[in-house]
Nanobody, 124 residues
Framework: QVQLVESGGGLVQAGGSLRLSCAAS????????MGWFRQAPGKERESVAA????????YYADSVKGRFTISRDNAKNTVYLQMNSLRPEDTAAYYC?????????????????WGQGTQVTVSS
């Protein structure tokens, strides 16, 4: 059974930092593209960042470029999202997801497995 478990969310002031982690089990982690998505109340789920199998290719949404960094440790079956210079508009539930695709993908439809999410709240 595939499980993706996010952690690291919380309440932080604007300008602060958080590091999200997503621990995977039940899948061959090193053969999955991993992505981070977020969903704010009343809005659609959107791609934040994604990373290739080896970590050599990454994608970032324009809204987080230069502030967020996605990384992975295949030995630990874990993907991370380092979030710096957080803004109130970053407030959302953050989800990690795994895709069997070979190339980095950003559409929710391309992802096969999802975590339950972790809440990030940025106060102004």
């Amino acid at each position: 059974q595939v499980q993706l478990v996010e952690s690291g969310g919380g309440l932080v002031q604007a300008g602060g930092s958080l590091r999200l982690s997503c621990a995977a089990s039940g899948l061959t982690f090193s053969r999955y593209v991993m992505g981070w998505f977020r969903q704010a109340p009343g809005k659609e789920r959107e791609s934040v960042a994604a990373i290739s199998w080896s970590g050599g290719t990454t994608y970032y949404a324009d809204s987080v470029k230069g502030r967020f960094t996605i990384s992975r440790d295949n030995a630990k079956n874990t993907v991370y999202l380092q979030m710096n210079s957080l803004r109130p508009e970053d407030t959302a539930a953050y989800y990690c997801a795994g895709s069997r695709r070979f190339n980095v993908v950003i559409s929710t439809h391309e992802y096969n497995h999802w975590g339950q999410g972790t809440q990030v709240t940025v106060s102004s």
